[in-house]
């Protein structure tokens, strides 16, 4: 039997605190801007390319983007 851990990506806490749109995002990682939406939404995971790109644009750590029960 698997426990399954569900990460929880906090891109829409950071997106409202920098007071950002999809579109912004879009320009500032390199992510489209229906990727960001999907990933925002809780609707996608990103990948680990994804969430570096998110984390380098939006001037961010990884962990920052990431809600884990694992510390």
């Known amino acids: 039997m698997y426990n399954i851990i569900i990460m929880k990506i ?10 950002l749109s ?8 390199g992510i489209s ?5 999907r ?3 809780g609707d996608v995971s990103p ?12 001037n961010v750590r990884i962990t920052d983007l990431i809600e884990s029960p694992y510390k």
């Open 10 to 19: 906090l891109l829409d806490k950071i997106m409202t605190e920098k007071n």
């Open 33 to 37: 801007s229906s990727s960001v939406g």
């Open 22 to 29: 999809t579109r912004q995002v879009e320009r500032m990682t």
């Open 39 to 41: 990933i925002r939404n």
């Open 47 to 58: 990948t680990a390319d994804t969430l570096e790109a998110l984390a380098k644009g939006l």
